[in-house]
């Protein structure tokens, strides 16, 4: 069984955000890492957060029962994204049968977009 979802949100959406509620939505969104490589990079915080909701379409579940931390989205060595679950959200992954997640990401000046794919099997 293969699993998709995919996502776009606008950067200015998350440049909103992280000026109206400034590190408490970054605290709430993002986990240490990822806030701590990529906190001046808003087209990165916005890919990584379409990572995350693209990852909670996979996992076909609202972003209202998983939390965001439980999602971490990082660079690999060679640039390449990774995603790496946590807590409820890895067993839920789990107990789908989904063993790897493959994620893809883009941005543009206006717009940040992800693809993630779970492999089950």
Request: some cysteine.
């Amino acid at each position: 069984m293969i699993t998709i979802g995919i996502d776009i949100i606008e950067i200015n959406r998350i440049e909103n955000a992280i000026k109206y509620w400034q590190k408490n939505f970054l605290k709430r969104v993002y986990t240490e890492q990822e806030t701590t490589k990529y906190s001046n990079m808003t087209p990165s915080l916005a890919a990584r957060f379409a990572a995350k909701e693209a990852t909670m379409k996979a996992l076909r579940k609202s972003d209202s029962s998983i939390n965001w931390r439980e999602i971490e989205v990082l660079s690999m060595s060679n640039g390449a994204p990774t995603i790496q679950l946590y807590g409820q959200t890895k067993r839920l992954a789990e107990s789908m049968g989904i063993r790897e997640l493959s994620v893809s990401l883009s941005h543009c000046q206006d717009y940040a977009i992800a693809t993630v794919i779970g492999y089950a099997g």
